[in-house]
Structure formats: structure tokens, C-alpha cells
């Protein structure tokens, strides 16, 4: 059983930053994939950004509308995932979920590939 809790939401004016942490704990053996999605009032929740937790060089993952503005990384020694947002925009509003998986796939984590979820950290942009 793997653990998630997130951290560091909150409302920022279009064109600020902010850092999601999310604190990783329990059992992770089995965790190849580890990411960040985002939830808007009546939309899907769908993928932001995967990194790689298992192979030998850290690789990442975006979708396209966040390229360029936001970081996924990880703390090893602290069992710590990060976002770094920067250049915020009103519709990167939404609730921004952890997520871990087991896939072994080369691409962003897709929703049905998510074992664990934290319980989500609210992001509010304002124009």
C-alpha cells in the first residue's frame, strides 16, 4: 500500500508560480511511474505530467498546454514528488491530484494506469 499526501496549493494572479509537493510513504516496490493530474469543475480528470521511478535515467513527461511552464521531479532521499508551476494561466484551475502506478510504458500515465491516489491540492488562477 503506497501512500500519497499533497501540499503547497493555493490561489496565485495569471503569470505566478507555485510548487506542489506531494509526501510518498508506505510500500513502492512496485511503483514504475509516479505523476501529477489535475481535475476542473465538471471536466475528467486527466493527466498533467509522469516521471519515471525504475529505470536507470529519470525520464518525464507533459501534455502539451503545461510544456514549457511546469517541472515534475522527485526527492529520493526525502520520498518527495514536486510540480513547479510557473507562468500560470486561469484554466490551470483545478484540483491537482499525486498519482502512482506500475506501468512500464514509455508516455504521460494514463488515468486507468494509477494504483494510488492522494486526496488533491486545490489550484486557483486569477486573471
Known amino acids: 500500500q503506497v501512500q500519497l499526501v499533497e501540499s503547497g496549493g493555493g490561489s496565485v494572479q495569471a503569470g505566478g508560480s507555485l510548487r506542489l509537493s506531494c509526501a510518498v510513504s508506505?510500500?513502492?516496490?512496485?511503483?514504475?511511474?509516479m505523476g501529477w493530474f489535475r481535475q476542473a469543475p465538471g471536466a475528467e480528470r486527466e493527466p498533467v505530467a509522469t516521471i519515471t521511478t525504475n529505470a536507470p535515467s529519470t525520464e518525464t513527461y507533459y501534455v502539451p498546454p503545461v510544456k514549457g511552464r511546469f517541472t515534475v521531479s522527485r526527492d529520493n532521499a526525502a520520498n518527495t514528488l514536486f510540480l513547479q508551476m510557473t507562468n500560470l494561466k486561469p484554466e490551470d484551475t483545478a484540483m491537482y491530484y499525486c498519482?502512482?502506478?506500475?506501468?512500464?510504458?514509455?508516455?504521460?500515465?494514463?488515468?486507468?494506469?494509477?494504483?494510488?491516489w492522494g486526496q488533491g491540492t486545490q489550484v486557483t488562477v486569477s486573471s
Open positions: 508506505g510500500y513502492t516496490g512496485s511503483i514504475t511511474r
Open positions: 498519482a502512482a502506478g506500475s506501468s512500464f510504458r514509455w508516455d504521460i500515465m494514463a488515468r486507468a494506469e494509477v494504483k494510488y
